[in-house]
């Protein structure tokens, strides 16, 4: 088993010296050059794929593919192993799972050292502990999972946001499979208890995708939108909002003192309507403005549409 860890940024590993281990030290989120170690390894160890490629698969009369994950059909033609340990965010192993879709490689392993907070930890039931993790990592067992993807090629590894792309509620239509999650016109002024967008997940078994909508705000911190304010404005804004339900800061945004003192801000806590729950394998959108964010980096400009699917090839993870 050739093993490679990737450590992206500055995630603090329990032990850096590792015998037998390829350690990469590599950018917070990597980049395409980055992973090109990654192409180089697959290569290396299967340069020639003998299984169906993916317009084969796809053009299948049945949908077993997308059923129950399963092993990677590769694994009999493969020399050895092939095992990819990211120690980073969960935006730094959307990059590497990207990068191993568009090459065509899921058949190799993937482990998670997380940073707290992680989602991809909470859904694959990783250890909070960085040595834990590191352990379960090097020595655990794979467990397929569906890889959800997005049509811009964007590989989700722990989480994704749909909403509006300016400060508001969300106008849109969006639907998992043939079942309306959303469909919203966007109020004036609007800020704090509306309808802001969805908020989707992997899952770790088929159909593939859980998707909710979110009635507080569900834009990173990364979006292009209203600035925070600061000072003494900024401070009590901010305790307000920790303290307050979203009703009652809604009601009091509309007062002048309220939309004076939250003037730019909302509320971040991202809550959810858990009762909108539904899951398919396709979630599709669309709107006059989308801003859409994978594993909190939100692509560059608005969409009027996107659709996250689960991919033709399953994700081979390690976790418990």
Request: aromatic residues 4%; glycine residues 8%.
């Amino acid at each position: 088993m050739r093993v490679l860890l990737l450590r992206c940024g500055d995630h603090p590993l329990p032990v850096m010296d590792i015998p037998g281990i390829e350690i990469h030290q590599l950018g917070q989120i990597p980049s395409r050059r980055d992973l090109s170690v990654l192409d180089e390894a697959a290569t290396d160890i299967l340069p020639a794929d003998p299984t169906p490629p993916l317009d084969e698969i796809a053009a299948q009369p049945d949908v077993a593919h997308l059923s129950t994950p399963m092993p990677a059909p590769q694994t009999p033609f493969l020399p050895q192993g092939l095992r990819v340990i990211v120690a980073g965010s969960d935006a730094a192993l959307s990059a590497v799972l990207t990068r191993m879709m568009r090459g065509d490689y899921l058949w190799a392993e993937v482990a998670l050292i997380p940073v707290p907070g992680s989602t991809v930890a909470r859904n694959w039931g990783l250890p909070e502990s960085p040595a834990d993790a590191l352990e379960l990592a090097l020595t655990g067992s794979v467990r397929p999972a569906p890889l959800i993807r997005n049509d811009l090629g964007i590989a989700v590894a722990g989480s994704a946001t749909i909403s509006e792309w300016e400060t508001g509620e969300i106008t849109g239509e969006i639907v998992v499979d043939d079942r309306v999650l959303l469909r919203h016109q966007a109020r004036p002024n609007v800020r704090f208890d509306g309808i802001f967008g969805i908020r989707l997940v992997p899952m770790t078994d088929a159909p593939g995708i859980a998707a909710v909508r979110a009635v507080s705000p569900v834009s990173p911190e990364s979006s292009p939108k209203a600035p925070t304010p600061q000072g003494l404005r900024g401070r009590l804004a901010s305790k307000l909002i920790r303290s307050w339900s979203p009703s009652t800061l809604q009601s009091f945004s509309k007062r002048p003192l309220g939309g004076w003192v939250l003037q730019g801000m909302s509320d971040r806590r991202q809550r959810l309507d858990a009762d909108s729950l539904l899951s398919g394998r396709a979630v599709q959108a669309g709107g006059p403005a989308l801003a859409v964010a994978v594993d909190e980096v939100v692509h560059r400009r608005p969409l009027e549409r996107v659709t996250f699917y689960r991919h033709l090839r399953d994700l081979q993870c390690v976790r418990p």
